[in-house]
């Protein structure tokens, strides 16, 4: 084994912590095998029940991180001339398709959910705030397609209220990119109010944040993901994923497909061709134009 962790180290430049995690790998798939079973020996049927037991346990890229471990450990086993066939050779476990995404809300549904959020009636005080604050993300989401992970990240400045645009921050989590997008009109007026007057309340409440450069003000024990939960149960839907990809999927029928791209802060075009709409074929051909 002491061979093997040197010839990675030597071809492969691996950290130290990287070579362990693979000599726990071998030695994992060593001790599935049977006393009369030589793991250098096995072939590909044998090796393939292995990969079976495997997947049962753990996610699929974890298996296929495993199945790259062990096609290294037979590169080397034939290096040295221990092994003349490789029973693993570039073997890995295809990633099932995304399924299409189906089911999304029109134009008046989503401004009907607006307009019903809006004309809820909240107590006094704190909770007329927080559902000024919630009346203000939601439209973001309705309008601009922007997700949780970048509604989370906004600032103060990325608001520009005499252009009437926003600067969506990147969501490192989702890999979606940065962006600038027109506002609504109905938005102008909204965020004014929101950023002079409710963020100012809402900042005096605060027990934990007296100072944040963020639009939408988190104390250190809140999650946002709580804020988005309560919207979520608020307006009787499954997921807010749902209101953004009911945006995209108006955008495409608006934009050609670059401009809906960068709308979305998708980093590839093939991103696109998950959103199942009437015109998907036609979507498909577009798309076969950018991806090879």
């Known amino acids: 084994m002491k061979e093997f962790l040197h010839y990675l180290k030597e071809n492969y430049h691996y950290t130290e912590s990287t070579i362990t995690e693979k000599e726990n790998q071998v030695l994992l798939w060593k001790n599935l095998c049977s006393r009369k079973q030589d793991f250098d020996k ?13 997947q049962k346990k753990y996610a699929l890229i974890t298996v296929n991180n495993q199945l790259k471990t062990i096609e290294q450990y037979f590169d080397y086993l034939q290096l040295k001339g221990k092994r003349k066939d490789h029973p693993l050779k570039n073997f890995r476990i295809k990633t099932p398709k995304r399924p299409l995404i189906t089911g999304f809300l029109t134009e008046e549904e989503l401004q009907n959910i607006e307009k019903e959020f809006r004309e809820k009636k909240y107590k006094k005080g704190q909770f007329s705030l927080f559902g000024k604050r919630n009346q203000v993300i939601l439209s973001l989401m309705i309008y601009q397609g922007i997700n949780t992970g970048s509604l989370r990240e906004l600032k103060v ?44 309340e809402l900042l005096k409440l605060s ?48 934009y050609n497909l670059r401009e809906v791209q960068y709308k979305a802060g998708f980093r590839y075009l093939r991103s696109l061709e998950y959103f199942n709409q009437t015109e998907l074929e036609n979507l498909k051909q577009e798309l076969e134009k950018y991806i090879s």
């Open 42 to 54: 096995l072939n590909t049927t044998e090796l393939l029940k292995i990969v079976a037991l495997q």
């Open 157 to 200: 400045q990325d608001i520009d209220l005499e252009k009437g645009l926003i600067k969506v921050p990147e969501a490192t989590e989702n890999r979606l990119k940065e962006r600038i997008l027109p506002l609504e009109a109905s938005q102008i007026l909204e965020l004014y109010k929101y950023i002079t007057e409710t963020r100012t």
């Open 207 to 254: 027990k934990t944040v007296k100072e944040t450069d963020k639009l939408f003000i988190v104390g250190e024990k809140t999650k946002f993901s709580s804020i988005t939960t309560e919207i979520r149960k608020q307006i009787h839907i499954e997921s807010l994923q749902l209101i953004r990809n009911s945006r995209i999927n108006l955008w495409l029928k608006q």
